[in-house]
């Protein structure tokens, strides 16, 4: 059970008439969404700061190489879900 689903099941309120399967599928949907927008983001600016540096400094170079990895990744994963 996630723990989405745990605060629901054990939330002292009546939801009315909400369905709470979708209720929960909305949220873990949202919040995987919103994590993983922010770590794309994140990662760009990594990638962006260490590609300045990268003519310099090898350990930049790797770094940006990864930030790009990881921000396409995360990229790809949200154009996925729809």
Do not use: W
């Amino acid at each position: 059970m996630t723990a989405t689903a745990q605060m629901l099941d054990t939330y002292p309120r009546d939801l009315g008439h909400v369905d709470r399967a979708k209720l929960q599928r909305c949220i873990e949907a949202c919040v995987t969404r919103a994590v993983l927008e922010a770590c794309a983001q994140v990662c760009q600016s990594c990638g962006d700061i260490c590609t300045e540096h990268s003519s310099m400094h090898e350990h930049c170079r790797v770094c940006a190489e990864s930030c790009r990895t990881c921000e396409q990744a995360s990229r790809d994963l949200i154009s996925s879900l729809g």
